[in-house]
């Protein structure tokens, strides 16, 4: 037994560097954040346009446009999402979303037209 006791010590060494370098190798995590922007689209979806578009973009409500038709560019819709409709009818998202974010939303507005 006393000659165990070193070597178990040795073992739970081992374990527990091999722990620790599971939990400082995050690598992987930080490309995917610079990859991909923190921007959850569909909550954003959710919380801002859905009452007008639907979860599907294809609602219509207040004459909103259909987006599972819609072919227009991300020019018109960066624009469109920022400044709000001619017709005043959609709100301007300027104020409420980031540059990034609203840049975010123009192509997740893209993925309704499965033509596209
Ligand atoms: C208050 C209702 C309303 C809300 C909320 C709303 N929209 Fe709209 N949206 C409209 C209307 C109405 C139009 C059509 C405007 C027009 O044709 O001039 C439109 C048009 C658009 C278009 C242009 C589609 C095209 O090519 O014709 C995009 C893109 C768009 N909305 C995205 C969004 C996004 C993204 C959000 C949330 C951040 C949002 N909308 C929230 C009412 C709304």
Redesign the pocket.
């Known amino acids: 037994m006393k000659r165990l006791f070193p070597l178990l010590l040795f073992a739970l060494v081992i374990l527990a560097c091999g722990g620790g370098e599971e939990t400082a190798s995050e690598a992987p995590e930080t490309e995917d954040v610079a990859a991909a922007p923190d921007i959850d689209t569909d909550r954003?979806?959710k919380v801002?346009?859905i009452?007008?578009?639907g979860l599907n973009g294809d609602m219509g409500?207040?004459?909103?446009?259909n987006?599972q038709e819609?072919?227009?560019d991300m020019a018109?819709?960066v624009n469109?999402?920022t400044n709000g409709?001619?017709?005043g009818?959609?709100?301007a998202?300027k104020d409420i979303?980031t540059p990034e974010e609203i840049q975010a939303?123009?192509k997740?507005?893209m993925q309704f037209n499965e033509n596209l």
């Open positions: 954003i979806w801002r346009c009452a007008c578009h409500t207040n004459g909103a446009a987006l819609a072919t227009s018109y819709r469109i999402i409709s001619e017709n009818v959609m709100t998202f979303l939303m123009a997740h507005t």
